[in-house]
């Protein structure tokens, strides 16, 4: 199966990283996420109560990320993916890419992320 619904670069500022600066400020992140699942049912008919409601994930990610004040970024894309997977059983993997947009180094480096998937 090749079916997947594609969020790209849903920006959330959020509390996360090891540094005390991260911990005193959100910090802006983006999160790519792909989800599997099979189209068939809901393209049979066209019917939206028979795919995953990318609205609703959004807002679950974002919940997610503001809520959480990880230390790291491994586990937000943990968390993320483990409550995406239960949120929909039609789901048969899900992955999450969490970047950071400003990540605190000297070094000249457009973004860090990580990148996690997770199945069922």
Not at 30 to 46: C, E, G, L, V, Y
Not at 56 to 64: A, G, K
Not at 73 to 100: H, M, P, Q, Y
Request: proline share 4%; net charge positive; with cysteine.
């Amino acid at each position: 199966m090749k079916d997947v619904i594609e969020l790209r670069m849903l920006r959330v500022d959020a509390i996360v990283g090891v540094l005390d600066k991260e911990r005193q400020r959100a910090q802006p992140l983006s999160f790519d996420i792909d989800i599997h699942r099979p189209f068939a049912k809901a393209t049979k008919n066209d019917d939206v109560h028979k795919t995953t409601n990318y609205a609703d994930v959004l807002t679950l990610t974002s919940r997610i990320a503001l809520e959480g004040r990880f230390l790291l970024l491994e586990t937000l894309a943990t968390r993320v993916a483990n409550a995406i997977l239960d949120f929909d059983n039609e789901i048969t993997s899900v992955s999450v890419g969490v970047r950071k947009l400003q990540p605190p180094v000297p070094e000249d480096v457009a973004t860090v992320g990580v990148r996690c998937t997770r199945r069922r």
